[in-house]
């Protein structure tokens, strides 16, 4: 049976864990509601490049523009999963989506994937990772990131006339659920660029187009990229700080009932101590009072 002292160390590194847990918990919770804000704070910019592209398409033809991005070769694809673990199935859902999604092993495209264990687990499957990235630590290194991905893509097209990416990530649903999500980004939507189209400007002032409308197309596309790109960053790091959030409240359940099975077990320990005191000093004034 443990002592009281070896309890009384248990007991002590038990709280301390337990303390360890819920600043975790916090500090995830507290990662959530920023990253919420900054995927909410984006929907105004997809507004204004939905605006840019509307204005334009009163000048052009959207399809024509369109067809400029229409797929002719290779694909890419962007995954996007987490550096660090505790984040339950994020990494191992968004693998088996790719997996599910993307030719075999031999036949996938180029890769970009960011977040190492995402990547560990694509390698295991056979996959080969073209550009591996770390996850931005903070809200504020998510820009940084984006923007190196679009030069990447760039590259690419440039050296291999790559047109069609595709982006796999973890959205973010609510505070502890998330799901895996396939996205193709290019070639555009033709559905949802004829949708804009059709809509009407929603004032009497028409914007007016003085530079090529193909240079201009580019650069809305680059700037819905890179929204796109960031607004996927933003919900996987969500998730897995919600992943994170749901794995620390049990421990923190798990932590709480070792707590108190350990202080049970002392306070029964150190009365089973006093008890045995007891009876050798009744037991020793027994002896002495009938040597008397």
């Given at each position: 049976?443990?002592?009281?002292?070896?309890?009384?160390?248990?007991?002590?590194?038990?709280?301390?864990?337990?303390?360890?847990?819920?600043?975790?918990?916090?500090?995830?919770?507290?990662?959530?509601?920023?990253?919420?804000?900054?995927?909410?704070?984006?929907?105004?910019?997809?507004?204004?490049?939905?605006?840019?592209?509307?204005?334009?398409?009163?000048?052009?033809?959207?399809?024509?523009?369109?067809?400029?991005?229409?797929?002719?070769?290779?694909?890419?694809?962007?995954?996007?999963?987490?550096?660090?673990?505790?984040?339950?199935?994020?990494?191992?859902?968004?693998?088996?989506?790719?997996?599910?999604s993307l030719p075999g092993p031999q036949e996938a495209g180029s890769l970009i994937?960011?977040?190492?264990?995402?990547?560990?687990?694509?390698?295991?499957?056979?996959?080969?990772?073209?550009?591996?990235?770390?996850?931005?630590?903070?809200?504020?290194?998510?820009?940084?990131?984006?923007?190196?991905?679009?030069?990447?893509?760039?590259?690419?097209?440039?050296?291999?006339?790559?047109?069609?990416?595709?982006?796999?990530?973890?959205?973010?649903?609510?505070?502890?659920?998330?799901?895996?999500?396939?996205?193709?980004?290019?070639?555009?939507?033709?559905?949802?660029?004829?949708a804009l189209q059709q809509q009407e400007w929603p004032t009497r002032a028409i914007?007016?187009?003085?530079?090529?409308?193909?240079?201009?197309?580019?650069?809305?596309?680059?700037?819905?990229?890179?929204?796109?790109?960031?607004?996927?960053?933003?919900?996987?790091?969500?998730?897995?700080?919600?992943?994170?959030?749901?794995?620390?409240?049990?421990?923190?359940?798990?932590?709480?009932?070792?707590?108190?099975?350990?202080?049970?077990?002392?306070?029964?320990?150190?009365?089973?101590?006093?008890?045995?005191?007891?009876?050798?000093?009744?037991?020793?004034?027994?002896?002495?009072?009938?040597?008397?």
């Open positions: 049976m443990d002592t009281t002292e070896t309890l009384k160390r248990r007991i002590h590194t038990a709280e301390e864990l337990y303390s360890l847990v819920r600043t975790m918990k916090a500090l995830a919770a507290v990662n959530i509601r920023q990253l919420e804000r900054a995927v909410a704070s984006l929907d105004g910019f997809q507004r204004t490049i939905e605006l840019g592209l509307r204005g334009l398409f009163r000048h052009s033809q959207g399809s024509e523009l369109a067809a400029r991005l229409a797929p002719r070769r290779a694909p890419a694809a962007i995954v996007l999963g987490s550096d660090q673990g505790m984040c339950g199935q994020l990494n191992e859902q968004v693998a088996q989506l790719v997996a599910q994937v960011i977040g190492q264990r995402v990547a560990a687990r694509l390698e295991e499957m056979g996959y080969r990772i073209d550009v591996p990235l770390p996850v931005a630590a903070s809200i504020a290194g998510i820009a940084p990131l984006v923007r190196g991905v679009l030069v990447q893509l760039d590259a690419w097209q440039t050296a291999y006339g790559i047109d069609r990416v595709e982006m796999y990530y973890a959205q973010h649903l609510s505070r502890a659920a998330f799901e895996p999500r396939r996205v193709e980004l290019l070639p555009l939507d033709r559905q949802w660029l004829d914007p007016a187009v003085t530079m090529d409308t193909g240079t201009l197309f580019s650069a809305l596309v680059r700037q819905y990229l890179f929204v796109s790109v960031f607004r996927a960053c933003a919900e996987t790091m969500a998730s897995e700080n919600a992943s994170r959030l749901a794995a620390m409240r049990g421990a923190e359940r798990n932590i709480s009932d070792r707590i108190t099975e350990l202080t049970q077990a002392f306070h029964q320990t150190r009365q089973m101590a006093i008890t045995e005191e007891l009876l050798d000093i009744a037991s020793g004034f027994e002896a002495l009072r009938k040597q008397q």
